[in-house]
Every structure is written in structure tokens, then in C-alpha cells.
């Protein structure tokens, strides 16, 4: 198993630029989720999906859209990137089951910087 | 959500067991302690996870008080690679769990040769 991979592991962009970081899994783990860390800080909850098709917001969600059409993929899309979102990024899944969440797997990290 | 409160750092021998104590007063009783790790500039790992009992894995043991106040995570014979910040996190365990952690500043442990 690959367990969580994510693309790109460097990104630089100008204000106003948009992209998207790319993440997948293939332990068919049906919750995921984006956080991002900032110099310093602990992680902060961007988006989460608990399944195909469904996501909903986590505690930091301005700026960013999330969508879930595959178990494996969770893409994390930059609208119109800010200086503020200069940071890095992981992903995480995890098994669930009908009594919660086990251990989250955390990817390697985008780090990304806006300019 | 429960907090917690941990010390900003400690330092331990190699080969010693290194043992970091976590406080979380106001946890529920549906609340499990989780440790995590963060070794620089990779994503957080696992290390152990538990409710009221102690628990033992290959990489941690798990002491938790009998009021569940507190606990504390045990590294038997602490390597230089185990030099990491950890985090004691509590999170509910129950169906509809948004699955947030709340990554608090953790404690930053330095194992020394």
C-alpha cells in the first residue's frame, strides 16, 4: 500500500492564481479530510468527507472547495490564493465504521507559498 | 471539545524510557485520548489510542487515570529518531464524528545521544 499520497510536494503561486492539491488513498478509507499547518501552529481542519459524494466544512474553510467523487480522491482547490494561505497542507483518512473514526493516515504535505 | 494540556518540552537519554504527561480535566466519558506524533516537517503519525484501560502497542504504552484526568504516553527505550513534537488529542469516538482533531501545541521531545 501506497497509503496517503500527495501532489504536488512544492507549490509556489501568485496572489489571485488558483489550483488545486491533489490526494488519494488506496485503503479504501471512507473519511478524509484536509488540514493545514502554519510556522509554529498545531493543524487546523480545512474540509472532510465522510464518504463518496458527501463533504462538509471544517473549522478553516474560506478559500477552499473540496470535492469527493471517488473513495481514493480528495482534491483540495484554491479559489483565489492569498498571501494568508501560504502554509502547509495534509491530508488524511481514516476507516470508520458505525461506532466512528479509527486512526487517521497522514500524507507527506504540500507546502505551499503564495507571493 | 475536551482540551488538552501538555508541556512545551522535555528531554530524554537514548535508550531511556521517555514519559509525557498529558492533562485533560473537563474530557467526556465518550472521549478517547489519542497520541500522535509529528517528526519535523512530516505529516502527524499515529502512535496510540485508548478509552479507560491501559493499552500497548509495538510502538507506545498508554497509562490513563482511573478518573481519566490524565495519562500518560511511555516510549520504553527512546531512540534518536523518536526526537518528535507529540500530541495528546481527545476526540469523540461516536457515529457522526466529524473526525476533527485538534492539534494543541504539543509537547516537543528531544531524545539525546
Known amino acids: 500500500n501506497a497509503g496517503v499520497t500527495q501532489t504536488p510536494k512544492f507549490q509556489v503561486l501568485k496572489t489571485g492564481q488558483s489550483m488545486t492539491l491533489q490526494c488519494a488513498q488506496d485503503m479504501n478509507h471512507e473519511y478524509m479530510s484536509w488540514y493545514r499547518q502554519d510556522p509554529g501552529m498545531g493543524l487546523r481542519l480545512i474540509h472532510y468527507s465522510v464518504g463518496a459524494g458527501i463533504t462538509d466544512q471544517g473549522e478553516v474553510p474560506n478559500g477552499y472547495n473540496v470535492s469527493r467523487s471517488t473513495t481514493e480522491d480528495f482534491p483540495l482547490r484554491l479559489l483565489s490564493a492569498a498571501p494568508s494561505q501560504t502554509s502547509v497542507y495534509f491530508c488524511?483518512?481514516?476507516?470508520?465504521?458505525?461506532?466512528?473514526?479509527?486512526?487517521?493516515?497522514f500524507g507527506p504535505g504540500t507546502r505551499l507559498t503564495v507571493t | 471539545d475536551a482540551k488538552t494540556t501538555q508541556p512545551p518540552s522535555m528531554d530524554c537519554a537514548e535508550g531511556r524510557a521517555a514519559n509525557l504527561p498529558c492533562n485533560h480535566s473537563?474530557?467526556?466519558?465518550?472521549?478517547?485520548v489519542y497520541w500522535y506524533r509529528q517528526i519535523h516537517s512530516q505529516g502527524p503519525q499515529y502512535i496510540i489510542h485508548g478509552l479507560k484501560n491501559n493499552e500497548t502497542n509495538e510502538m507506545a504504552s498508554l497509562i490513563i487515570t482511573e478518573d481519566r484526568k490524565s495519562s500518560t504516553l511511555i516510549l520504553p527505550h527512546a531512540t534518536l529518531r523518536d526526537t518528535a513534537v507529540y500530541y495528546c488529542?481527545?476526540?469523540?469516538?461516536?457515529?457522526?464524528?466529524?473526525?476533527?482533531?485538534?492539534f494543541g501545541q504539543g509537547t516537543t521531545l528531544q531524545v539525546k545521544p
Open positions: 488529542i481527545v476526540s469523540f469516538h461516536g457515529s457522526g464524528n466529524t473526525g476533527k482533531l485538534i
Open positions: 473537563t474530557i467526556s466519558g465518550n472521549e478517547y
Open positions: 488524511a483518512s481514516s476507516y470508520s465504521s458505525r461506532v466512528g473514526l479509527y486512526e487517521q493516515y
